[in-house]
C-alpha cells in the first residue's frame, strides 16, 4: 500500500526521493509527493496519477534541497486527489508528514484540534499528525522528539512516518506502528523507506525500526528511542540481495521475470534445507519433540499465500496424521475457532507485513500459542513476531501478482511436511528420500513448463477476450485452480472462478456454453483424481464448453477432449502443483498482456495489504 522515502545527506533529494518512490510503484498508489527543505522553507511538490506526471511537475518547479520525504498514496480516507496526497503540513507549515498506515481516532482528534484553531483542508487521516506534533510543540514539548512521542501516544491506528520539520533543517525523523519502516545507511547520508528495495541502490546496511521505536536521522548519525523516550541500541543488518534483484534485467516485465526465476529458487531452496545424505533441515528453533507432541496445525494467511495454505492443510494430513486447518487470516481473526495453546500456527505471508496474518499472529500468541512462519522477507513484522521461520528466500517479489513467492510457499510446506513426518515417524528414512528423490525433479519440470512459453502464449492469446473463464481442479490441484483464476482476474482483469471439480454439478456447470474458457488441471495421478478430472472434462464437453488442459506430457487420451492443452512432465501427485501452476500464471501473463494491461501494477491492487 502508500510508500513512504525520506533522504538527508549531501545530495539533492528530489531525484532520490522520486527514484525510491519508483522503486515502491509495485506496493500499489494513486497519488505521488515529496517535501524538501528549500531555502529556509518546506516545499512541496504533489500530483494524483502515476509518478511520470509528478516528474513532469518538477522538471517545471523543481525543488532544491538535501532532505526530504517522499510518498506514494493508495487511497484509503478521500478520493486520490492533489489536496489528499501527501506529505501533509501543519497550520503554519513547519511541519511536514507522510504516513502508511491508518489513524483509527483521526476524527475525534480532527475535532479536538479544530477546536484549537487548527484548519484541515484534505479529507484523510494523516493530515491530524503534523497538526497535533505543532499543537504538542505550541503546548510545551521542549524538542521535535518530545512532540513526535507525546503525538505517537495519542494516535490509535497503524503508521510508518516520516518527519521533517522546517526549523530542524539537520535531521528527518521517523516512527512506525504497525506498518513497515526501514532506515538504510549511507556514507555521510541516510535514508527512510518502506522496504529495502525502494533504495537497494543506493545501501548496503539497515536497520529495521521495531514497533513503538522514533528515529532521528542526521547525515551522518541515528538515533533511535522507544515511545517511552528510552535510547535503543539498533541492530544493523547486512542487505543480502544484490541491487539487481530488484531490477527487471532485460524482461519486459518484473512478473515475467519473477516467473522465470523459479526454477533457480526451487533449486537453492531444496540445496539449502537438504543435505547430500537426505536430512532435511527447517531451520526452526522449535525442537524435533516439539512436533513430536503436536496434534494441531493452524495456517493462516491471504491471497495466494492462503493457497498455499490449502495446499499446506492437504500435504501436513497426509503425510503427518497431525489435524490441520487453513483459513483466510482475514476470517480467522474475528472468529472463535477454540485454539489451545498446544496448536502451532503456520501464518504465510511473502510480505510479512500484511495486516489481517499478522492481526492472526497477535491473537494466537495470546492464547499461548507457538507460531512458526513461513515468509519471504527478512525483518518484516511477521518474521519479528514469530517463534521460528521458514524463509522462502526469493529475493524481492516486484510484480504485484505473486509468482515465485507462491511456488516458492509450497516447496516450504513440502519441506516442512516432510520433515515433520520423519520426525514424527509417519514416513520411514527411505519413504522420505524416495519423496526427496522426486521433488528433486520438480526445478527442472518447472524449468519445462517456462520453455513452453510462446505455446502458452498462443493459448492466453486466444482466449483473452472472453467476460469470464472457470478453473476446475481437485485435491492437491484444487488450490492450483484457486490461484490460476486469481492470477487471471488479477493481471488480466477478466473474471474468473476457481472451483473444486467435483463441486461443479452443483452449481458452475449453469455457466457453461461454448464461450466460456474452462481451464481443466488435470494431470495424471496414482490415484482416482485424474479418472474424475476426466469425468469432468466430458461433462464440460457435452455442454460445449472451450476446454484448457493442464495435462502430463504424452497424455494422448486428454487431446481427444481438449481444445488447448498445456503439457507439463509427469511429477509425483503431491508436487504437481508447484509445476501446474506455472502453466497458469503464464496462461495469465499472456491474456493479461493480450488485453493490455498494467501487467506488474494492476489497477486497485497494493502488493502488500497493510491495512484491514
Ligand atoms: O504478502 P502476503 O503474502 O501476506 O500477501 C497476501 C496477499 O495480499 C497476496 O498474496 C495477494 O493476493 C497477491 N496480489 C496475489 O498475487
Not at 14 to 33: F, H, K, N, T, V
Not at 437 to 462: C, F, N, W
Amino acid at each position: 500500500m502508500c510508500g513512504v522515502v525520506g533522504y538527508i545527506g549531501s545530495k539533492e533529494a528530489a531525484p532520490i526521493l522520486i527514484d525510491g518512490l519508483q522503486r515502491l510503484e509495485y506496493r500499489g498508489y494513486d497519488s505521488a509527493g515529496i517535501a524538501v527543505l528549500c531555502g529556509g522553507k518546506i516545499e512541496s511538490s504533489k500530483e494524483v496519477g502515476r509518478l511520470v506526471n509528478l516528474e513532469k511537475m518538477l522538471a517545471i518547479h523543481p525543488i532544491k534541497g538535501t532532505r526530504g520525504i517522499g510518498h506514494t498514496r493508495w487511497a484509503t480516507h478521500g478520493a486520490p486527489s492533489q489536496i489528499n496526497s501527501h506529505p501533509h503540513l501543519s497550520s503554519d507549515g513547519s511541519i511536514s508528514v507522510v504516513h502508511n498506515g491508518i489513524i483509527e481516532n483521526y476524527a475525534e482528534l480532527r475535532e479536538e484540534l479544530s477546536t484549537k484553531g487548527h484548519k484541515f483542508i484534505s479529507e484523510t487521516d494523516t493530515e491530524v499528525v503534523p497538526h497535533l506534533i505543532e499543537q504538542s510543540l505550541k503546548e510545551g514539548a521542549k524538542s521535535p522528539v518530545e512532540a513526535i512521542l507525546r503525538t505517537l501516544k495519542r494516535l490509535r491506528g497503524a503508521y510508518a512516518l516520516g518527519i521533517l520539520f522546517r526549523d530542524e533543517p539537520d535531521a528527518i525523523y521517523c516512527a512506525r506502528k504497525g506498518s513497515p519502516l526501514i532506515i538504510g545507511l549511507g556514507e555521510h547520508e541516510n535514508f527512510i523507506a518502506s522496504d529495502v528495495p525502494a533504495i537497494i541502490n543506493r545501501i548496503k546496511k539497515a536497520i529495521y525500526l521495531n514497533d513503538g521505536e522514533v528515529a532521528v536521522l542526521r547525515a551522518d548519525s541515528v538515533e533511535i528511542c522507544t515511545i517511552e523516550g528510552v535510547a535503543v541500541v539498533p541492530e544493523i543488518k547486512e542487505i543480502s540481495f544484490q541491487a539487481e534483484a530488484a531490477e527487471c534485467a532485460g524482461f519486459e516485465t518484473f512478473m515475467l521475470k519473477e516467473i522465470h526465476e523459479q526454477p533457480r529458487i526451487l533449486r537453492a531452496m531444496l540445496e539449502k534445507h537438504v543435505s547430500a545424505d537426505g536430512k532435511i533441515d527447517i531451520g526452526s528453533s522449535l525442537s524435533p519433540d516439539y512436533f513430536r507432541k503436536l496434534n494441531r496445525i493452524m495456517i493462516v494467511s491471504c491471497g495466494t499465500a492462503y493457497h498455499a495454505g490449502m495446499y499446506g492443510k492437504l500435504l501436513l494430513e497426509n503425510l503427518t496424521g497431525i489435524a490441520v486447518e487453513t483459513d483466510l487470516a482475514s476470517e480467522f481473526r474475528y472468529r472463535d475457532p477454540k485454539i489451545d495453546p498446544g496448536t502451532l500456527i503456520i501464518p504465510v505471508s511473502q510480505s510479512g507485513e500484511t495486516a489481517d496474518t499478522l492481526a492472526s499472529i497477535r491473537m494466537a500468541k495470546e492464547w499461548g500459542c507457538r507460531i512458526c512462519a513461513i515468509c519471504n522477507v527478512e525483518g518484516s513484522s511477521v518474521v519479528r513476531e514469530s517463534d521460528a521461520v521458514f524463509f522462502t528466500n526469493c529475493g524481492p517479489e516486484i510484480g504485484v501478482a505473486s509468482t515465485k513467492a507462491y511456488t516458492a510457499q509450497l516447496m516450504a510446506f513440502a519441506l516442512f511436511a516432510l520433515y515433520v513426518a520423519g520426525v514424527r515417524g509417519n514416513l520411514t528414512p527411505e519413504q522420505i528420500k524416495s519423496y526427496l528423490t522426486d521433488l528433486q525433479e520438480v526445478p527442472d519440470a518447472v524449468h519445462y513448463v517456462i520453455q513452453k512459453k510462446e505455446e502458452i502464449r498462443a493459448i492466453g492469446e486466444k482466449h483473452h477476450d472472453g467476460p469470464s473463464s472457470l478453473y476446475l481442479g481437485r485435491k492437491f490441484n484444487y488450490p492450483t485452480a484457486l490461484e490460476g483464476a486469481l492470477k487471471n482476474k488479477e493481471i488480466s482483469y477478466q473474471h474468473a472462478e476457481g472451483y473444486a471439480a467435483g463441486e461443479m454439478k452443483h452449481g458452475p456447470i449453469a455457466l457453461i456454453n461454448e464461450a466460456l474458457p474452462v481451464i481443466c488441471i488435470c494431470t495424471k495421478t496414482a490415484d482416482e483424481v485424474y479418472e474424475k478430472m476426466l469425468s469432468n472434462i466430458k461433462e464440460v464437453e457435452a455442454r460445449s464448453g472451450r476446454i484448457i488442459a493442464v495435462a502430463t506430457e504424452g497424455d494422448t487420451e486428454i487431446a481427444k477432449l481438449a481444445g488447448d492443452i498445456i503439457y507439463v512432465p509427469a511429477v509425483r501427485d503431491e508436487f504437481t502443483p508447484i509445476v501446474n501452476v506455472v502453466g497458469l500464471q503464464l496462461l495469465a501473463y499472456y491474456a493479461a498482456r493480450a488485453r493490455g494491461t498494467d501487467i506488474d501494477k494492476p489497477r486497485n491492487l497494493a502488493k502488500s495489504v497493510t491495512v484491514e
